[in-house]
């Protein structure tokens, strides 16, 4: 009964078809008569983008190949034999049609699932059944059609006052120049050259984001899930690499006791082979750990970007690095925005950026859709001298939350043996830059790092750039202190 009803206001209701023709599908139909007026129908309106006539509709069904005279003339009655009945309330047929809609996509999706467990299924495996299952449950009718911007002042104001849920830095120009940390449904990548120090950035940053309570997940393909856990131990309990593995048991776990009564958040370490694992192998790790562990991640950390594999390009497209990693970047974005959180990842800058004092993204190496693709990119700038000092410059090359010309570059203290980062002193930011407080005070900022000609030289000399002061830790700032596990 449903289903001739919903064809029939489908024909004669253009307002109802408006509303519910994008979320039909031609499965959901039982009878095989209806299911070829509806396939009918579909043809049409994507021709002509209106509901067809009867007449019309007949027309269409004449020219199909696939009914022998019986159906046709089935099909025919059928058309003849739809009617509505104009005092029927038109919400509650938008509303039964979305719950025929959800029943219809649930009922096939278990089918599927079923076909999928017994191996009759090529196309998918047994990691998309959840992902199969929650598309079908969230089946929605969408009624809004967009944002009117003279009628919606109120809805905009109220937007630009609400105050955002965001992952906190430890790390003070980190929150000043992402407004307070970063935003869910967002990628952050980090560039640096080999060994530059991206694995310790973002092992910081996942120590950071526990010990401001907030569940982490890091996702290694490069390092083992132990070794991950050994730079994060020597992190939260301020000692070296070294002395995270001299530690008697007994002393181990006190620390480690201490720390997980102070931090309600989780930290889970999940380690795939090199290129081996894409979105989709993402997808359903993030399933099973909401079902089996009850953990769902505020933050994911991704070590690292170029070596993910691509669900979607595969064989010979694969080959170019361009389409590949871009390919890899918007699936692990779309990975962030489904699931509601921010993910941090790296990837390498390009031979040219090796000798160079000064980076920008044409430096990104393999793939430039990185660059299109992630909403904050930070340059990490690292030389002898500048470890030998203990510091890292961190430049701005991409910003959606900010202005690059706020603290574009600034230097962070980093302690290698104990896998930190910390606020380096005030004066270690004086030479590099000053904060801009007005357009003419800009661009007498800026002209500092100009030579005389104009020339492209770098901002500033990697040699002799940290000589100009020292950096002192300043502590770990959040739920923790230095030296509270010690």
């Known amino acids: 009964m449903i289903e001739k009803t919903i064809l029939s206001n489908l024909i004669y209701n253009e307002d109802y078809c408006r509303k519910v023709f994008p979320y039909i599908k031609e499965e959901y139909f039982d009878d095989n008569s209806l299911r070829k007026i509806f396939s009918t129908y579909t043809e049409y309106m994507n021709q002509y983008k209106e509901p067809p006539s009867t007449e019309a509709l007949k027309i269409y069904i004449d020219k199909r190949k696939d009914l022998n005279e019986s159906s046709y003339k089935d099909v025919v009655n059928l058309i003849d034999e739809l009617v509505v009945d104009k005092t029927t309330n038109g919400q509650f047929l938008v509303d039964e049609t979305e719950k025929f809609c959800q029943d219809k996509d649930l009922y096939n999706s278990i089918r599927k699932a079923i076909l999928i467990l017994d191996g009759q299924d090529k196309e998918y495996d047994k990691g998309a059944i959840p992902k199969l299952l929650s598309d079908s449950l969230g089946i929605s009718f969408d009624t809004n059609i967009g944002h009117d911007f003279l009628e919606d002042v109120e809805d905009r104001h109220k937007y630009y006052h609400r105050r955002d ?196 993204l044409s430096n990104t190496s393999e793939s430039m859709g990185i660059t299109h693709t992630a909403d904050a990119i930070f340059g990490l700038v690292t030389s002898e001298d500048l470890e030998s000092r203990g510091q890292i410059i961190f430049k701005q090359l991409k910003n959606r939350w900010g202005d690059l010309g706020h603290y574009r570059r600034f230097v962070v203290g980093i302690d290698r043996a104990k896998m930190k980062l910390f606020d380096a002193e005030e004066s270690a930011q004086k030479t590099l830059f000053k904060e801009p407080q007005d357009d003419k005070k800009q661009k007498r900022n800026d002209s500092k ?38």
């Open 449 to 486: 790092f100009k030579s005389s000609d104009d020339s492209d030289e770098s901002v500033f000399d990697k040699s002799t750039f940290s000589q100009q002061w020292d950096i002192k830790p300043k502590g770990k700032k959040g739920l923790f202190e230095v030296g509270d596990l010690q």
């Open 165 to 360: 849920e965001r992952i906190p830095f430890d790390i003070e120009l980190l929150n000043k120049v992402t407004k307070g940390g970063l935003p869910r449904k967002s990628m952050t990548v980090l560039l640096a050259t080999t060994g530059g120090g991206k694995s310790l950035v973002k092992c910081h940053m996942a120590a950071s984001s526990l010990l401001f309570g907030k569940n982490v997940l890091y996702v290694t393909m490069e390092l083992a899930e132990q070794e991950v856990a050994r730079r994060i131990d020597a992190n939260i309990m301020d000692i070296t690499l070294d002395e995270v593995k001299e530690l008697p048991l007994d002393v181990f776990e006190k620390k480690m006791s201490v720390f997980k009564g102070k931090t309600p958040g989780k930290l889970i370490i999940k380690e795939y082979p090199t290129a081996s694992a894409h979105a989709g192998h993402f997808r359903h790790l993030l399933n099973e750990l909401r079902l089996k562990k009850n953990f769902v991640p505020d933050v994911i950390f991704l070590d690292y970007l170029n070596i993910c594999a691509s669900s979607r390009v595969k064989g010979a497209a694969a080959a170019n690095s361009y389409t590949l990693v871009k390919s890899i970047a918007e699936e692990v974005r779309g990975l962030a925005m489904e699931f509601n959180v921010a993910i941090v990842t790296s990837s390498q800058f390009n031979r040219s950026a090796y000798d160079s004092s000064d980076v920008e």
